[in-house]
């Protein structure tokens, strides 16, 4: 039994010892592609040591009586197997022969103790049946003899990784027949790194796929980065698409410990284009090579040290449905099985393979193209969304976090299926409708995904400008979706949503004011809020204060203080808990202080779920204190999103602001006394219920009398037949979705034609 192989003594068909990642690594270094050298410890030696140390039956006993269901109880069985691997001592043979192979590596590269790469490479991992990738661990930067054998000791401790139990449970992998080999690879420290699909990931057409971030590729591969995104003609030969990306963070090699750091990316890097087009051609060219030897699409990972591209990894795209038999066609075709059924929540259709993601430690598994099945999404849900192709949640309404983030991103998405994720098998492909909310088994053959990337009615982008006297403004929740929205042609925001910006950083806003970083915290809005500012200046954009209800909280860094509460809807959120912790009010409005001494005057600033005319008071006061002054050198608004605070609007005139509007989500739950996140009630929660349009018309007529500003930005503000009845009540604007500004304008349109001609049909007959 060999311990250990290194690259060019492996070929493809050597998975069962060198797992997925090994065996591809070797075959690419056999077929002349540049790879970093080095070698495998194989599963065999895996094996070795926990069959020779007794441990084996130790670990497979704790799985037996492992009930997966069971999420404390699967975290607490990973974490005891993965302390008994590890705390196991590594027999002298197999040590030996592993510190052995270190030093060979480093006299063929010529240097003592080199830096090298350390990751896992299961025997089950990366085939097309059962992609098992991101589910073991990596390590970067690992140096010297004593090291490099803890750290393969950690790598086989990471078979056992909760994610990875369950995944093997659910598809019916038997644990004891799953070995893990262990990649040891000279480390490159990548100055731009990244991934490379050689078809389209999602649709399988003839263009790569290139994304890439400064430094090591772990950003990328994390989702901890938004990197630039490249797509390339193979057969034309050049680029037809770039987009630059604020790459706000980077991970690098500390050069001091030697330890992989995660810091700030520079200023003049940022939004900096990663990649030149002679780099992109280089990479093409190498991708192509690639699919041409597997004679199949790849998704690869790349690294560029000293203006030379390495290749780290290469693995078949398993997203894609590749059969293209008649049989198979024709039946998806004319079989339409309904499996699920729920609430159309975004429009489109798209289909994929399920990944149902039960906690965040699973996110890593979403890959491009999948479609993501959990009860509901969160804010730090938020990267892995952006991989998928489709999203399905058991719980929420058309106005849940996985709705809004979904219309936003143009992701088709059917929430309130009520167990979906226990109807759907992982790895199936399914079909889902996010228009009428229906979830169709298999791949259906029409199946086109109308997300608003390619066609000009989804996307709302007009050829010739409607004109309307009523604006017609858009709904705005992440920077990154700013470009997106302002192709609309929209005449501006009118809502910023605070919410995604400050959740991303994952660390409590709290924790940086008490960690003496408000500056840190500042400048992050600064840079997220510019974006949307940029984008549409000098138009108008209302940024919305921070009103995130204390469950989404909990997951962040310094989260672990935020109480219970039985309903967060009605609970500690908006003004009045910005009131309590005035400190992250005062940073959001430094923020915008900055913003306007830079010019940026079009940002104005709303307040969230006021109910009593004090809290607009006691929020004017703090703007005050840090050098912002309301209703003079910025415009200041209120959400009417309460009955308290519709039927006392004149109260709030009279304390002074500029503009109101209206959020029908809030103000029809409780108006109407329903959680708009619960599908058993879902049927009654209605924006046209004739107690909410009597509440709006109130409020529009007395905002009219006072010359103060009105306008929408819930649900209802994408609605046409609620827009017809806003803009006859004399609302001053409309706050649409992206996918929904088109529409709205044309209604907007149509209604003002309307009323003039019954204005001047009533002058004719006066």
Same mark, same amino acid.
């Given at each position: 039994?060999?311990?250990?192989?290194?690259?060019?003594?492996?070929?493809?068909?050597?998975?069962?010892?060198?797992?997925?990642?090994?065996?591809?690594?070797?075959?690419?270094?056999?077929?002349?592609?540049?790879?970093?050298?080095?070698?495998?410890?194989?599963?065999?030696?895996?094996?070795?040591?926990?069959?020779?140390?007794?441990?084996?039956?130790?670990?497979?006993?704790?799985?037996?009586?492992?009930?997966?269901?069971?999420?404390?109880?699967?975290? %607490?069985?990973?974490?005891?197997?993965?302390?008994?691997?590890?705390? &196991?001592?590594?027999?002298?043979?197999?040590?030996?022969?592993?510190?052995?192979?270190?030093?060979?590596?480093?006299?063929?590269?010529?240097?003592?103790?080199?830096?090298?790469?350390?990751?896992?490479?299961?025997? %089950?991992?990366?085939? $097309?049946?059962?992609?098992?990738?991101?589910?073991?661990?990596?390590?970067?930067?690992?140096?010297?003899?004593?090291?490099?054998?803890?750290?393969?000791?950690?790598?086989?401790?990471?078979?056992?990784?909760?994610?990875?139990?369950?995944?093997? /449970?659910?598809?019916?992998?038997?644990?004891?027949?799953?070995?893990?080999?262990?990649?040891?690879?000279?480390?490159?420290?990548?100055?731009?790194?990244?991934?490379?699909?050689?078809?389209?990931?999602?649709?399988?057409?003839?263009?790569?796929?290139?994304?890439?971030?400064?430094?090591?590729?772990?950003?990328?591969?994390?989702?901890?980065?938004?990197?630039?995104?490249?797509?390339?003609? =193979?057969?034309?030969?050049?680029?037809?698409?770039?987009?630059?990306?604020?790459?706000?963070?980077?991970?690098?090699?500390?050069?001091?410990?030697?330890?992989?750091?995660?810091?700030?990316?520079?200023?003049?890097?940022?939004?900096?284009?990663?990649?030149?087009?002679?780099?992109?051609?280089?990479?093409?060219?190498?991708?192509?090579?690639?699919?041409?030897?597997?004679?199949? $699409?790849?998704? &690869?990972?790349?690294?560029?040290?000293?203006?030379?591209?390495?290749?780290?990894?290469?693995? $078949?795209?398993?997203?894609?449905?590749?059969?293209?038999?008649?049989?198979?066609?024709?039946?998806?075709?004319?079989?339409?099985?309904?499996?699920?059924?729920? *609430?159309?929540?975004?429009?489109?259709?798209?289909?994929?393979?399920?990944?149902?993601?039960?906690?965040?430690?699973?996110?890593?598994?979403?890959?491009?193209?999948?479609?993501?099945?959990?009860?509901? &999404?969160?804010?730090?849900?938020?990267?892995?969304?952006?991989?998928?192709?489709?999203?399905?949640?058991?719980?929420?309404?058309?106005?849940?976090?996985?709705?809004? @983030?979904?219309?936003?991103?143009?992701?088709?998405?059917?929430?309130?299926?009520?167990?979906?994720? =226990?109807?759907?098998?992982?790895?199936?492909?399914?079909?889902?409708?996010?228009?009428?909310?229906?979830?169709?088994?298999?791949? *259906?053959?029409?199946?086109?995904?109308?997300?608003?990337?390619?066609?000009?009615?989804?996307?709302?982008?007009?050829?010739?400008?409607?004109?309307?006297?009523?604006?017609?403004?858009?709904?705005?929740?992440? $920077?990154?979706?700013?470009?997106?929205?302002?192709?609309?042609?929209?005449?501006?925001?009118?809502?910023?949503?605070?919410?995604?910006?400050?959740?991303? *950083?994952?660390?409590?806003?709290?924790?940086?004011?008490?960690?003496?970083?408000?500056?840190? *915290?500042?400048?992050?809005?600064?840079?997220?809020?510019?974006?949307?500012?940029?984008?549409?200046?000098? =138009?108008?954009?209302?940024?919305?204060?921070?009103?995130?209800?204390?469950?989404?909280?909990?997951?962040?860094?310094?989260?672990?203080?935020?109480?219970?509460?039985?309903?967060?809807?009605?609970?500690?959120?908006?003004?009045?808990?910005?009131?309590?912790?005035?400190?992250?009010?005062?940073?959001?409005?430094?923020?915008?202080?900055?913003?306007?001494?830079?010019?940026?005057?079009?940002?104005?600033?709303?307040?969230?779920?006021?109910?009593?005319?004090?809290?607009?008071?006691?929020?004017?006061?703090?703007?005050?204190?840090?050098?912002?002054?309301?209703?003079?050198?910025?415009?200041?608004?209120?959400?009417? /999103?309460?009955?308290?605070?519709?039927?006392?609007? /004149?109260?709030?005139?009279?304390?002074?602001?500029?503009?109101?509007?209206?959020?029908?989500?809030?103000?029809?739950?409780?108006?109407?006394?329903?959680?708009?996140?619960?599908?058993?009630?879902?049927?009654?929660?209605?924006?046209?219920?004739?107690?909410?349009?009597?509440?709006?018309?109130?409020?529009?007529?007395?905002?009219?009398?006072?010359?103060?500003?009105?306008?929408?930005?819930?649900?209802?503000?994408?609605?046409?037949?609620?827009?017809?009845?806003?803009?006859?009540?004399?609302?001053?604007?409309?706050?649409?979705?992206?996918?929904?500004?088109?529409?709205?304008?044309?209604?907007?349109?149509?209604?003002?034609?309307?009323?003039?001609? =019954?204005?001047?049909?009533? @002058?004719?007959?006066?």
């Amino acid at each position: 039994m060999k311990h250990v192989e290194f690259f060019e003594e492996l070929r493809k068909e050597d998975v069962a010892i060198a797992g997925g990642k090994g065996a591809n690594l070797g075959e690419l270094t056999r077929a002349g592609i540049p790879v970093p050298p080095g070698f495998v410890v194989t599963s065999k030696t895996y094996d070795q040591f926990i069959k020779e140390t007794g441990i084996f039956d130790e670990i497979m006993d704790i799985l037996d009586a492992l009930d997966v269901e069971n999420n404390k109880e699967l975290q %607490a069985s990973s974490v005891k197997i993965k302390k008994i691997i590890t705390e &196991t001592r590594m027999p002298d043979e197999i040590s030996t022969i592993i510190i052995e192979a270190y030093n060979a590596l480093c006299h063929r590269i010529g240097k003592e103790d080199v830096f090298v790469a350390i990751r896992s490479s299961a025997t %089950a991992e990366d085939l $097309p049946e059962a992609s098992f990738a991101g589910q073991q661990d990596t390590y970067l930067n690992i140096r010297g003899n004593e090291e490099v054998v803890e750290y393969v000791q950690k790598c086989w401790a990471s078979l056992f990784e909760s994610r990875a139990i369950f995944y093997r /449970e659910e598809n019916d992998f038997d644990h004891s027949k799953v070995y893990i080999a262990v990649v040891v690879q000279e480390m490159v420290n990548a100055e731009k790194a990244g991934v490379m699909f050689t078809v389209h990931p999602s649709t399988g057409e003839e263009k790569i796929l290139i994304e890439a971030a400064w430094g090591l590729g772990e950003g990328v591969v994390s989702g901890t980065v938004t990197p630039d995104t490249c797509w390339y003609d =193979k057969e034309k030969n050049e680029v037809l698409d770039y987009k630059i990306s604020n790459k706000k963070v980077m991970f690098k090699r500390d050069p001091d410990t030697g330890h992989t750091v995660m810091e700030d990316v520079p200023e003049d890097l940022a939004e900096k284009r990663v990649l030149s087009n002679d780099e992109i051609s280089q990479l093409a060219e190498l991708g192509k090579t690639i699919h041409k030897h597997y004679n199949f $699409p790849q998704d &690869t990972e790349w690294a560029i040290e000293g203006g030379k591209i390495y290749m780290l990894q290469s693995r $078949p795209v398993t997203t894609l449905n590749m059969d293209t038999g008649k049989d198979q066609s024709e039946e998806g075709s004319t079989e339409r099985v309904i499996i699920a059924k729920g *609430l159309g929540a975004s429009p489109g259709m798209a289909s994929g393979a399920v990944k149902i993601v039960r906690n965040t430690d699973e996110l890593d598994k979403i890959e491009k193209g999948d479609v993501l099945v959990t009860v509901m &999404t969160t804010p730090d849900m938020v990267p892995a969304m952006k991989r998928a192709d489709g999203i399905i949640t058991d719980e929420g309404g058309v106005t849940c976090h996985a709705a809004i @983030v979904s219309r936003e991103l143009g992701i088709p998405c059917v929430v309130g299926t009520g167990d979906g994720s =226990k109807i759907l098998k992982e790895n199936s492909i399914v079909t889902l409708d996010g228009s009428k909310g229906f979830v169709f088994e298999g791949k *259906l053959k029409s199946d086109k995904k109308d997300t608003g990337t390619e066609s000009t009615p989804a996307t709302g982008i007009q050829n010739a400008p409607i004109l309307t006297v009523t604006e017609v403004k858009v709904n705005v929740s992440m $920077p990154e979706a700013a470009q997106k929205a302002a192709a609309t042609g929209a005449d501006g925001v009118g809502l910023l949503r605070t919410e995604h910006m400050m959740l991303a *950083l994952g660390v409590h806003p709290k924790k940086f004011i008490t960690d003496g970083k408000e500056d840190e *915290l500042v400048k992050a809005l600064v840079e997220n809020i510019l974006k949307v500012a940029d984008a549409f200046y000098p =138009k108008t954009v209302w940024y919305r204060t921070l009103d995130a209800p204390t469950d989404e909280f909990k997951s962040l860094q310094g989260g672990e203080d935020e109480p219970y509460e039985h309903n967060p809807m009605l609970g500690w959120r908006g003004i009045r808990r910005e009131l309590d912790e005035p400190e992250i009010l005062k940073a959001e409005f430094k923020a915008i202080k900055k913003l306007h001494e830079e010019g940026y005057t079009n940002i104005g600033i709303m307040l969230p779920l006021v109910q009593h005319p004090d809290e607009l008071k006691e929020a004017k006061r703090i703007a005050r204190e840090v050098g912002l002054k309301p209703q003079k050198n910025i415009e200041w608004g209120i959400m009417v /999103e309460t009955p308290g605070a519709a039927l006392t609007i /004149e109260d709030f005139i009279a304390e002074g602001i500029d503009f109101v509007s209206f959020g029908t989500n809030d103000l029809t739950q409780y108006t109407l006394a329903i959680d708009r996140n619960n599908e058993h009630v879902a049927s009654l929660y209605s924006e046209r219920h004739p107690a909410i349009m009597k509440l709006i018309a109130m409020v529009i007529k007395e905002c009219n009398k006072a010359g103060v500003k009105t306008s929408i930005c819930g649900q209802a503000g994408s609605m046409p037949d609620i827009v017809e009845q806003l803009v006859e009540l004399g609302i001053t604007s409309v706050s649409a979705n992206t996918d929904a500004v088109a529409t709205v304008r044309e209604v907007v349109a149509r209604v003002e034609k309307k009323l003039m001609l =019954k204005a001047a049909r009533k @002058v004719l007959q006066g």
